[in-house]
């Protein structure tokens, strides 16, 4: 299927990083379920090597089939998709988004280095940041989403590392508080502390609004990383992550990724390739019933706070940066029942139709307790800190009728 540039990333997850003519003209492209590839002759194998191992195009190292760790056509496929969508020159793909961000970070951070880092973040990157790198001499600083650039660049400044910041790990919006941070303006600090011999690194994790909503690549950021288990997989059968941005970038970290060896097989690429396909209709019908939800809620005597990126509005605080970064308000949304622990367990253990869940993204509509799930990782301190309380409540909307969601949400809201 001949292709042209002038098609939208919407209609070429089709069919982009497929050729029919390879696999007898199948519609589909098949799982590639092989360990290895055989070389035509020694020297062609020669050639591969150097082509994956050296610098040179990303489409000639992609076809420079060796070996299922390195590279294989499932993998090229589902890269080659995400890199359309998010505007990047690569993308690479991982068997867990833990496995993307950790990768990442242990590809560009070395001892004696410092991070920055928003918060709050996930729990297992908060954890991995926090817990696991010191064991590197890996340090890390932390700032929050209110904090001016003049405030940020003082903080960094503050420490006795300043001039070995590395790496400035973003999550915006934030989970679960739906906290913003404008791209833009870390990218401006990761230019003041980069120097001719070292480059900042600004990567965001964009999670929450999948590579439809959000576009860091152009407010930039180097790197885009994701759970490829949430909106880009979709539908809660598959695990994976994936990071995305500049050629230079994505290619040490495919390096570091052959290392650890946590590349997507080929049964998960082509899982995420499939889920590509359907990545705009889902997305878009579950932001329209996360605006339903948020009203619903927003107007509940038994709700005493939502937090939705949808419901800024002019005046508020982040309402011009909502404008400038997001095309939507997502399909993300955390409440504050009135009560605490007791009453948001109850509202939980009352829905009839939304699912107990952790994890976001998918077909289904997903809830969850923060403070003592995704989040119990993080100190007592730190949830205090940035509002994840016994009280809140997050819910990942998915596909369902939007009338049939009001009615479970309500039905459960009167059991309280």
């Not at 439809?212 to 994976?240: E, F, N, R």
């Not at 007592?380 to 969601?405: Q, W």
Request: proline fraction near 4%.
């Amino acid at each position: 299927m001949s292709q042209s540039d002038d098609f939208s990333p919407e209609s070429l997850m089709m069919s982009a990083g497929h050729d029919p003519s390879l696999v007898r003209n199948s519609i589909k492209n098949p799982i590639f379920q092989t360990s290895t590839f055989v070389f035509d002759t020694a020297e062609e194998g020669k050639a591969y090597f150097e082509k994956v191992y050296g610098d040179g195009d990303t489409e000639e190292k992609n076809n420079s089939l060796i070996y299922t760790r390195l590279n294989h056509p499932n993998l090229a496929t589902v890269e080659k998709r995400l890199a359309l969508l998010d505007g990047a020159d690569d993308a690479a793909f991982f068997e867990s988004g833990m496995a993307a961000i950790t990768t990442t970070l242990l590809e560009f951070c070395k001892a004696g280095d410092l991070i920055l880092m928003s918060f709050p973040l996930y729990g297992g990157s908060d954890s991995f940041i926090k817990k696991t790198l010191p064991g590197f001499d890996i340090e890390h600083i932390a700032f929050t989403p209110e904090m001016s650039k003049a405030e940020i660049i003082a903080l960094i400044n503050s420490h006795p590392r300043a001039k070995n910041l590395a790496y400035i790990y973003l999550e915006t919006p934030a989970n679960p508080t739906n906290s913003l941070i404008d791209i833009e303006m870390l990218s401006e600090v990761a230019r003041t502390f980069s120097t001719p011999d070292k480059k900042v690194i600004l990567s965001v994790d964009n999670t929450y609004m999948g590579p439809l909503w959000q576009k860091p690549l152009q407010h930039g950021a180097d790197l885009v990383l994701y759970s490829a288990t949430k909106y880009i997989g979709g539908h809660s059968d598959i695990i994976a992550g994936a990071c995305s941005g500049k050629g230079e970038l994505i290619y040490h970290i495919k390096g570091m990724r052959s290392k650890l060896g946590c590349m997507a097989s080929p049964w998960t690429s082509w899982l995420l390739s499939r889920s590509l396909e359907t990545l705009t209709l889902r997305m878009e019908k579950q932001a329209v019933n996360a605006a339903i939800l948020a009203k619903l809620l927003e107007d509940h005597p038994k709700v005493n706070k939502v937090f939705y990126v949808g419901s800024l509005k002019p005046g508020d605080a982040y309402y011009e940066l909502y404008q400038k970064q997001y095309t939507s308000g997502g399909a993300m949304l955390a409440f504050d029942i009135k009560g605490g622990e007791t009453e948001a367990f109850r509202f939980l253990n009352a829905l009839q139709l939304a699912c107990l869940a952790v994890s976001l993204g998918s077909t289904e509509t997903l809830t969850s307790h923060p403070f003592t799930m995704s989040a119990s990782n993080m100190s007592l301190e730190d949830r205090a800190t940035v509002g994840i309380t016994p009280a809140m409540i997050r819910v990942s909307t998915g596909i369902e009728n939007a009338d049939d969601l009001v009615k479970d949400f309500t039905q459960a809201l009167e059991k309280v």
